[in-house]
């Protein structure tokens, strides 16, 4: 499976943007690129998802670069709801393996 | 109440004993995982379903672990002869599908094991 590497924890301000980065420099082709995270005591909850092009949703943006060797989660207004890990996941569709493996991901601390 | 449902929240127990863990998936999705997450680690793979089948097991850490699906719904994650190591959340997550290129994940919010 292709790793991926995140910074252990990140600040901000609420109503500021986040931008949490993600590196995955072994991505083959058929990976999507996954995000999920995890509000304390909760099960992890899905965020977005991309493959080639820029996402966007409800929830966040995902700004993939264009070699594709890593990746941008953007929080365009942090709330303190938004106090989480993130992890950002490879996910290969074309392989057969279907479990999704999760690093360490990013403890994101929102600040009043 | 249409999100995964796991039971029971919250078990001790002691070292040696046998312990059952339940998984509701939601109405209708064929895939089932199960992941095991340690304090401050990120969820470890235990056993991917599809349907009745485990289709990678490959988690498994030793043979004390077993999980079981049988009727393509409800999966029990079975952990015999606890050892203290055991101890951690274990969470369970369904998806529509386990196939194909989206296959967004459920999670219910987990079971968690503390063995004396």
């Known amino acids: 499976d292709a790793k991926t590497t995140q910074p252990n924890s990140m600040e901000s301000n609420e109503e500021e943007p986040v931008h949490l980065p993600c590196n995955h420099s072994t991505i083959s082709g058929t990976d999507y690129i996954h995000w999920y995270r995890q509000l304390p005591s909760q099960g992890p909850e899905y965020v977005i998802h991309g493959l080639t092009s820029n996402v966007n949703n409800r929830m966040a943006s995902l700004a993939i670069a264009e070699d594709r060797k890593s990746s941008t989660l953007i929080l365009h207004r942090a709330t303190l709801r938004d106090a989480a890990v993130y992890y950002c996941i490879l996910r290969d569709w074309a392989s057969g393996t279907y479990k999704y493996i999760f690093g360490t991901g990013t403890r994101l601390k929102v600040l009043a | 109440g249409a999100g995964v449902s796991q039971t029971p929240s919250n078990k001790v127990t002691e070292k040696g004993k046998y312990v059952e863990l339940r998984c509701d998936p939601i109405?209708?999705?064929?895939?089932l995982y199960w992941y095991r997450q340690s304090l401050g680690q990120g969820p470890e793979f235990l056993i991917y379903?599809?349907?009745?089948?485990?289709?990678?097991d490959s988690g498994l850490p030793n043979d004390r672990f077993f999980a079981v699906r049988p009727e393509g719904s409800v999966s029990t994650l079975k952990i015999q002869r606890t050892e203290r190591g055991d101890s951690a959340v274990y969470l369970c997550?369904?998806?529509?599908?386990?196939?194909?290129?989206?296959?967004?994940?459920?999670f219910g919010e987990g079971s968690r094991l503390t063995v004396l």
């Open positions: 109405s209708g999705h064929t895939a």
């Open positions: 997550a369904s998806s529509p599908s386990g196939t194909g290129k989206i296959g967004e994940l459920f």
């Open positions: 379903f599809q349907g009745t089948g485990a289709a990678d």
